[in-house]
C-alpha cells in the first residue's frame, strides 16, 4: 500500500476514528516511563499519551490539517526516512500504520535508529482474514493485506528482546477501523463508518457495493444473525490486533 493514501480517503477521517480508551490504557502501560516519544505515521494524533513531550511525523498533508488545536508538533515526512537525528526519543511508536509503508523493515530499522525502544501497534493479516466482513462478505479485503507483514516477521526484525500482546476489540470500541463493529454489523451499511476505514477504500466500488448489499440482504432476512450468534454472547473479539514492543 502507499502510505500517502490518507491524501485520497483521509478527509473527515477524525469524524469516525477516535481512540478507545482501553487501548489507550494498554498503549500507555507499554510505553512506561518514557518521557519523549516520537509517532510515526501518526495521521490526525491518535494515541497520543498525554503528559510527555511528542513529535508526530506524518507523510499526509490531509491528515495533519485534521490535528486538533493543541496536538503535538508534527513533521512531513516518512518512516523509511525519518528526518531524525539518531538516539533522539526514549520511544519510536507506530501505530496502525505500518500496512501502509513502502518498506516496512527499512521503517523499522529508522524507528530503531532514532529511539531506544520501538512499541509498534500492528494486525495479523491472517486473523484479520477470518473475520466475517472478509470470509463472508469481501473475500477481496484479503488480497488488500497480501504483502502485509505477520506480527512474527515485525517482531524478528526488532530483535530478540521484542514482545507481542494481543489486543481485542471490545464490543463497543469507539475506534472505527475495519473490524471495530464486529458485533454491530449495521454499521457497516453507513457510508460514513466505511469512509474511515482504509481498506474498504482500497477495494473497487463495485466490489464493495457487492459486499455490502449481501451484507444487507442477511441483515434483513436474519442470516447474519443466526450465522453469527455466538458472537452475540462476547464482550471482546480477538481479530488479530497485536502490540509489539522492545524491552
Given amino acids: 500500500m502507499n502510505d500517502v493514501v490518507y491524501d485520497r480517503i483521509g478527509v473527515g477521517y477524525t469524524r469516525g476514528r477516535r481512540p478507545d480508551p482501553r487501548w489507550q490504557a494498554a498503549l500507555d502501560e507499554v510505553l512506561g516511563e518514557a518521557g519523549t516519544i516520537v509517532n510515526v505515521g501518526a495521521g490526525t494524533g491518535s494515541y497520543e499519551p498525554a503528559g510527555r513531550y511528542v513529535l508526530a511525523v506524518e507523510p499526509s498533508a490531509t491528515m495533519i490539517a485534521q490535528r486538533p488545536s493543541g496536538a503535538a508538533p508534527a513533521l ?56 466475517w466482513l472478509v470470509t463472508d462478505y469481501l473475500p477481496e479485503l484479503a488480497d488488500v493485506w497480501r504483502d502485509v507483514p505477520r506480527p512474527q516477521e515485525v517482531a524478528a526484525a526488532l530483535g530478540p528482546a521484542t514482545s507481542i500482546r494481543e489486543l ?25 463508518v466505511r469512509r474511515s ?20 440482504s442477511d441483515l434483513n432476512d436474519g442470516t447474519w444473525q443466526r450465522r453469527n450468534a455466538a458472537l452475540l454472547d462476547e464482550d471482546q473479539l480477538d481479530v488479530g490486533w497485536r502490540l509489539i514492543f522492545t524491552e
Fill in 76 to 131: 512531513c515526512g516518512h518512516a523509511e526516512e525519518l528526518p531524525i537525528a539518531d538516539g533522539q526519543f526514549d520511544v519510536a511508536m507506530a501505530l496502525v500504520t505500518l500496512h501502509h509503508w513502502q518498506n516496512w523493515a527499512k521503517g523499522l530499522r529508522e524507528l530503531q535508529r532514532v529511539a531506544r525502544r520501538v512499541v509498534v501497534l500492528h494486525f495479523d493479516p491472517v486473523v484479520h482474514s477470518g473475520f
Fill in 168 to 192: 481485542p476489540v471490545p464490543r463497543d470500541c469507539v475506534d472505527g477501523f475495519l473490524p471495530a463493529y464486529w458485533r454491530r454489523p449495521e454499521a457497516y451499511l453507513d457510508p460514513g
Fill in 197 to 216: 476505514m482504509s481498506g474498504l477504500q482500497l477495494l473497487d466500488s463495485d466490489v464493495l457495493a457487492r459486499g455490502v448489499a449481501a451484507l444487507r
